[in-house]
């Protein structure tokens, strides 16, 4: 059974950072790519960034170029999110997702596993 566990999730001022780990289980974790979705209250779920499966590709929205970074360490089957500068718009729930094709998707429809998300919110 494929498991998706987020973590990192918070309160924090504008400016500041967080970091967002995801465990996975049940899966061979370096085959599939991950991505980093969020939602805000009343909005579409929206993508943020994702990284291929060897971590050499990756890929931002351009709302958090620059601010955001992705990483992933198949040894620990873990996917991070370091999120610098962060604003008030960031607020969301943010979701990590695993998809078997090599291709870093933006739409969320396109992944195939999803955690049940961590919440993070930026008080301005």
């Known amino acids: 059974q494929v498991q998706l566990v987020e973590s990192g999730g918070g309160l924090v001022q504008a400016g500041g950072s967080l970091r967002l780990s995801c465990a996975a289980s049940?899966?061979?974790?370096?085959?599939?790519?991950m991505g980093w979705f969020r939602q805000a209250p009343g909005k579409e779920r929206e993508f943020v960034t994702a990284?291929?499966?060897?971590?050499?590709?990756?890929l931002y929205a351009d709302s958090v170029k620059g601010r955001f970074t992705i990483s992933r360490d198949n040894a620990k089957n873990t996917v991070s999110l370091q999120m610098n500068s962060l604003k008030a718009e960031d607020t969301a729930v943010y979701y990590c997702?695993?998809?078997?094709?090599?291709?870093?998707?933006?739409?969320?429809?396109?992944?195939?596993?999803w955690g049940l998300g961590t919440q993070v919110t930026v008080s301005s």
């Open positions: 997702a695993a998809r078997l094709l090599d291709i870093l998707g933006t739409r969320w429809t396109a992944y195939d596993y």
């Open positions: 990284i291929s499966r060897s971590g050499g590709s990756t």
């Open positions: 049940g899966l061979t974790f370096g085959a599939y790519a």
